[in-house]
């Protein structure tokens, strides 16, 4: 299969910390990688430098065999790159169906003349019943539980009908029937063709569900492979247990 979106010696520092350092990896077409690692390893920082959120001092990637030069994350969105955040961004006083809505990239005085086309408001409303969320639709999203603001912005994001999602933490700090609701998403949308690099901290989540899984450790890649050989890899239980 030919890779997605490949990463080349991204590295980025923050003052004295190397939060990336020389990380290169490939996620090829119609798989459900996971990127995991301990806390401080770099794996939101991955995610902000590939989507554009902050520039990388070094390195580059290639989306849909294009390098791209300077991420920016609405183009990259319109190319079919889309992601969540580590803290579910949502607009907290919008409902949450035009949340949905915002996925699309609307100008915003559209919501206020109600001017939302139809075709997708109906597509809004077909992915808030899709995520079983439909009774709140237009419930502001900031009264929403932490898991279904999750939930929410994963629909949202599917509104620009994105080819790779990158999803940061969508199971942490979420019950485990959130957990599984959200594993369920994640499958159908699969199936369906979509690809996704998944941060998560839950190794049965990730081994049932992510091939390849990639580790990284200060910023480095340190393993990427299979979910059973990862798990086997000494430098990997290093990284877990030994600092
Ligand atoms: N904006 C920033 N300013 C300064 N340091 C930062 C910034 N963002 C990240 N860092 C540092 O870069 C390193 C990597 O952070 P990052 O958030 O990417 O890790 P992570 O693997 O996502 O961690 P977690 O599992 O806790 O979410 C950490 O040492 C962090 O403190
Ligand atoms: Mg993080």
Same mark, same amino acid.
């Given at each position: 299969?030919?890779?997605?979106?490949?990463?080349?010696?991204?590295?980025?520092?923050?003052?004295?910390?190397?939060?990336?350092?020389?990380?290169?990896?490939?996620?090829?077409?119609?798989?459900?990688?996971?990127?995991?690692?301990?806390?401080?390893?770099?794996?939101?920082?991955?995610?902000?430098?590939?989507?554009?959120?902050?520039?990388?001092?070094?390195?580059?990637?290639?989306?849909?065999?294009?390098?791209? /030069? #300077?991420?920016?994350?609405?183009? %990259?969105?319109?190319? &079919? =790159? @889309?992601?969540?955040?580590?803290? +579910?961004?949502?607009?907290?006083?919008?409902?949450?169906?035009?949340?949905?809505?915002?996925?699309?990239?609307?100008?915003?005085?559209?919501?206020?003349?109600?001017?939302?086309?139809?075709?997708? /408001? #109906?597509?809004?409303?077909?992915? %808030?019943?899709?995520? &079983? =969320? @439909?009774?709140?639709?237009?419930? +502001?999203?900031?009264?929403?539980?932490?898991?279904?603001?999750?939930?929410?912005?994963?629909?949202?994001?599917?509104?620009?009908?994105?080819?790779?999602?990158?999803?940061?933490?969508?199971?942490?700090?979420?019950?485990?029937?959130?957990?599984?609701?959200?594993?369920?998403?994640?499958?159908?949308?699969?199936?369906?063709?979509?690809?996704?690099?998944?941060?998560?901290?839950?190794?049965?989540?990730?081994?049932?569900?992510?091939?390849?899984?990639?580790?990284?450790?200060?910023?480095?890649?340190?393993?990427?492979?299979?979910?059973?050989?990862?798990?086997?890899?000494?430098?990997?239980?290093?990284?877990?247990?030994?600092?």
């Amino acid at each position: 299969m030919t890779a997605l979106l490949a990463v080349e010696g991204l590295t980025k520092s923050f003052g004295g910390v190397r939060a990336l350092d020389e990380c290169s990896f490939e996620i090829a077409e119609g798989s459900v990688g996971a990127l995991i690692g301990p806390n401080g390893s770099g794996k939101t920082t991955a995610f902000n430098v590939i989507t554009g959120y902050q520039a990388a001092d070094a390195g580059g990637l290639t989306f849909r065999g294009r390098a791209v /030069r #300077r991420p920016d994350p609405c183009r %990259l969105q319109r190319l &079919g =790159l @889309a992601r969540t955040f580590q803290q +579910p961004r949502v607009f907290p006083g919008l409902s949450a169906l035009e949340n949905v809505v915002l996925g699309r990239n609307q100008p915003w005085h559209a919501l206020l003349r109600d001017r939302v086309p139809g075709p997708d /408001r #109906r597509r809004a409303e077909e992915l %808030l019943d899709e995520f &079983g =969320l @439909a009774a709140h639709a237009h419930m +502001p999203a900031g009264r929403l539980s932490y898991g279904q603001r999750k939930l929410l912005e994963f629909a949202g994001v599917l509104m620009a009908e994105p080819v790779l999602v990158l999803l940061d933490e969508p199971t942490a700090g979420v019950n485990p029937i959130m957990v599984k609701t959200m594993e369920d998403h994640i499958r159908r949308r699969h199936a369906q063709g979509v690809t996704f690099l998944i941060v998560a901290h839950e190794m049965q989540f990730v081994m049932s569900l992510c091939d390849p899984v990639i580790v990284l450790d200060h910023g480095r890649r340190i393993a990427c492979g299979a979910p059973g050989e990862v798990q086997k890899d000494p430098r990997v239980l290093d990284a877990y247990l030994g600092d």
